[in-house]
């Protein structure tokens, strides 16, 4: 499955965006679909998941409260609403489906097999 973030930008700190990552080539409806994140100089870190169905999600600790992972699998998407935007929430994100269908949430990258380009986000203080 090819898979396409979008949705990032420039933000002040405080304020909110809604990445978008769409899947073409195959549907993503089956699988688990995650975010992650790396920041410049740092590795890449899990963000949060959620399950094929919708019905588990899974967030970590440093975005737990701010940001949101939901899913239309009718338009074959997975979303990540970020709000209380910080500037150490600065860096690339990317979009990820579990090498398994009907799986989990998953928070390691091993877990998912296919990855997006990744889109930028960046919080000014």
């Known amino acids: 499955v090819q898979l396409q973030a979008s949705g990032g930008g420039l933000v002040q700190a405080g304020g909110s965006l809604r990445l978008s990552c769409a899947g073409s080539g195959r549907t993503i409806t089956m699988y688990g679909m995650g975010w992650f994140r790396q920041a410049p100089g740092k590795e890449r870190e899990f963000v949060a998941a959620?399950?094929?169905?919708?019905?588990?999600?899974g967030y970590a600790d440093s975005v737990k409260g701010r940001f949101t992972i939901s899913r239309d699998n009718a338009r074959n998407t997975v979303f990540l609403q970020m709000n209380s935007l910080k500037p150490e929430d600065t860096a690339v994100y990317y979009c990820?489906?579990?090498?398994?269908?009907?799986?989990?949430?998953?928070?390691?990258?091993?877990?998912?097999?296919?990855w997006g380009q990744g889109t930028l986000v960046t919080v000014s203080s």
């Open positions: 990820a489906a579990n090498t398994t269908p009907l799986g989990g949430t998953g928070s390691h990258e091993t877990d998912f097999g296919s």
């Open positions: 959620i399950s094929w169905s919708g019905a588990t999600t």
